[in-house]
């Protein structure tokens, strides 16, 4: 009996269909949670007016370097309703990349300096980690005598590096970009190695029997084959770069969006801290979506 197969653009009428839902579905349960946070806060906060303040606040914000008139104080509530977080973050993305000092940065340019961090120690990174991961999936010698060593730097916490490459480097920035690179390494290095020890035997038998060169096989025969696997170690180091670059500024202080937190919180301010912690996320799910994208640029269907 003759089967029927779906064309390629009904397939395609159902995925439309299938994201078209999807993003209602989203869209819902975001105003379900909107609605939740507005019944949560409904009629418990009003912003309190800087003449409200202690003077032992107006004296902190002094010290921070923040306009007095500037200077957001906690709700009586102690959570912010949607208004103030609107005024919130008009406020900060209207002028985000003001600087009037060490404590009072915009939120855009405090998410510079952490992009520029993550950028340079992710780098450093797959430099080191890509090349090496060649060298230990193509040698079953190398893999064996490096194992170790992996399995036991492996699971160590980026941030209990930090109290060395403080002392060690003197520098918190370059510390900064220390802990970004030593948390990056591990899924890199370790899923190239993997997909490069996965390339189809075939294949490369193929390469021998033309008689390509090493180099050669390594960048037209075994990158292609293992670029899927690859791209996903360097999305899963993106997000872990990305989660400990927070941990990290909070700890060395200075600048940076986890310093932006970390300050905001020192100055009692949550709608500023709540707001920050929606830019970490939105910039996460940003760096995510291009690593899928190129994960999926480079997949190759059988």
């Known amino acids: 009996m003759p089967t029927s197969t779906a064309s390629p653009s009904s397939e395609l009428d159902v995925q439309k269909s299938l994201t078209f839902r999807a993003g209602l579905l989203s869209l819902l349960l975001l105003g379900c949670l909107l609605g939740l946070w507005h019944l949560a806060t409904l009629g418990g906060t009003q912003a309190a007016a800087p003449a409200a303040m202690t003077p032992e606040q107006i004296e902190y914000a002094k010290l921070m370097g923040k306009p007095i008139d500037a200077t957001p104080v906690a709700a009586k509530s102690g959570f912010p309703t949607l208004a103030q977080m609107g005024s919130v973050a008009v406020r900060h993305l209207s002028e985000p990349f003001y600087d009037r000092g060490p ?9 510079a300096y952490s992009l520029g961090r993550v950028g340079l120690g ?147 301010s949550l709608p500023n801290v709540l707001l920050a912690i929606l830019v970490i996320g939105l910039v996460g799910m940003g760096l995510d979506l291009l690593f899928a994208r190129a994960q999926k640029a480079v997949t190759y269907a059988d």
Not at 103 to 111: S, T
Not at 149 to 174: C, E, R
Not at 188 to 197: C, D
């Open 122 to 268: 992710y780098l450093l990174a797959a430099l080191v980690a890509i090349p090496l991961g060649f060298v230990i999936g193509m040698s079953p010698l190398i893999h064996r005598a490096l194992d170790p060593f992996i399995q036991v730097l492996k699971p160590i916490s980026p941030l209990a590096w930090m109290p060395l490459a403080l002392y060690t480097i003197k520098d918190s920035a370059a510390s900064g970009i220390f802990v970004i690179f030593i948390c990056s390494l591990w899924p890199m290095l370790i899923n190239t190695a993997f997909g490069v020890a996965g390339v189809r035997r075939e294949w490369l038998d193929v390469a021998r029997t033309l008689e390509v060169s090493p180099l050669r096989r390594a960048f037209e025969v075994i990158l292609p084959a293992a670029a899927p696997t690859i791209l996903t170690g360097m999305r899963i180091s993106m997000g872990i770069a990305w989660l400990v670059i927070v941990a990290a500024e909070m700890l060395v202080g200075g600048t940076g969006i986890g310093y932006f937190v970390w300050n905001e919180w020192n100055n009692l």
């Open 103 to 111: 404590n009072d940065k915009g939120i855009g340019l405090q998410l």
